[in-house]
């Protein structure tokens, strides 16, 4: 990664742990230094932290483990796509690769978990994950079992007066055509006829399975993400890589096995990196204090569903708590050349944070004071 000199002493203390974050390489697989980094500034505001055996950086404040009554997530990613993008700061314009996805919305959960004045008895914990960027997601599923939030807010931008109420779920395949080398002047198929009759069998397939839905949200989209063929003078051999993104009532078993039954004879596919569809709703009580937050600056909130997949399918269907997915950025900068955040944004969506942990906190408190106090023998 490129860096040029930035004279981090005119910028704040909030400004200068993103300039610094920025600035540390850490592509999916390379994230330890970063969480590393992440992790000292975690502990220098007073917050208990460490970088865990995933390498995902992890800190908590408010009540101990074993006396909170309500326990927080705030779940973001350290990782980032390849890309040098030179970083600099412009007419108040952070420049680099993960200023938006998602280093930026990280940064603003430590800063706001930090001015966040917490009721006594909730646990709030802010998590760089490892590994986002990647199919498996090592990081995220490192930290799923390990625990069971009341509520959680994903780190993912949407704007400072967004929130992304869903992601669509994934399936990527990897379809490959063998045969023996036949002259083209005969009646057998090539193996890049054979892929091509399988493709031309799933587009049919989406085409019914699609028809009569307009939104994106609700089809299933696909991708060809590679496609390459060999021929030895002995075997030809076709490959094809496709990503899906699956609406909610797809998930990636049923892809699967639609596509497997569509193979013809001599393909064959294997399947990775599935994720659930994930989506909860506006009266979400995560979803409704984020948007309390930004009514509350000014704003008027913008809820959204996205096409792509972030650790929000990975640990919504296994904590089933509250969730939304929140943080400053324009998410059409992903993985561009251009990446880039406002740091006006970027303070304005801390103070959004800032005042929806604080009345989530409150809100959760008092149900589960209620709970307790309706228990038996009370």
């Known amino acids: 990664m490129t860096v040029d000199p930035i004279d981090t002493t005119r910028f704040s203390d909030d400004e200068r742990l993103l300039i610094e974050v920025v600035s540390t390489p850490s592509v999916s697989g390379t994230e330890r230094t970063t969480s590393a980094l992440f992790v000292r500034h975690a502990l220098a505001r007073g917050f208990e932290a460490q970088v865990d055996e995933a390498h995902n950086a992890v800190a908590h404040t ?82 799923v079992n390990r625990f069971q939030p009341d509520a959680c807010v994903i780190g993912e931008p949407s704007g400072w007066d ?71 003078g002995l075997e030809q051999v076709a490959t094809m890589r496709i990503g899906f993104r699956l609406p909610m009532g797809m998930t990636p078993d049923e892809l699967g096995a639609r596509l497997t039954a569509l193979m013809p004879a001599g393909v064959w596919i294997e399947l990775d990196g599935p994720e659930l569809p994930h989506c909860t709703d506006r009266n979400d009580p995560v979803v409704r204090a984020i948007s309390s937050a930004i009514r509350g600056e000014g704003g008027r909130p913008h809820p959204k569903k996205k096409t792509g997949t972030a650790d929000f399918n990975v640990v919504g269907p296994v904590w089933g708590c509250p969730i939304a997915a929140y943080g400053p950025g324009d998410s059409s900068l992903d993985h561009t050349p251009g990446e880039h955040l406002h740091l006006d944004e970027y303070e304005r969506s801390i103070r959004v944070l800032t005042r929806a942990i604080e009345s989530l906190s409150a809100e959760l408190l008092a149900g589960r004071a209620a709970e307790l106090a309706g228990a038996p023998g009370r």
């Not at 005969?186 to 069998?201: F, H, I, K, Q, V």
Request: charged share 20%.
């Open 62 to 143: 408010g009540a101990r483990a074993e006396d909170a009554l309500v326990h927080v997530v705030l779940l973001g990613h350290i990782d980032t796509v390849p890309g040098d993008i030179p970083v600099r700061v412009e007419g108040g314009v952070l420049h680099g690769r993960g200023s938006v996805d998602a280093k930026g919305p990280l940064c603003a959960m430590l800063c706001a978990a930090t001015r966040a004045s917490l009721p006594e008895g909730v646990r709030l914990t802010v998590a760089g994950a490892a590994g986002e960027e990647s199919a498996g997601s090592p990081g995220a599923r490192h930290l």
């Open 162 to 232: 967004g929130v992304t109420l869903g992601y669509k779920g994934r399936l990527i395949a990897t379809a490959t055509a063998r045969c023996p080398e036949a002259h083209t002047a005969g009646p057998e198929a090539s193996a890049c006829d054979r892929l091509a009759l399988w493709w031309a069998n799933v587009h049919a397939m989406l085409d019914t399975f699609n028809a009569g839905e307009t939104h994106p949200f609700g089809i299933v989209q696909s991708t060809i993400r590679e496609l390459h063929s060999t021929n030895d």
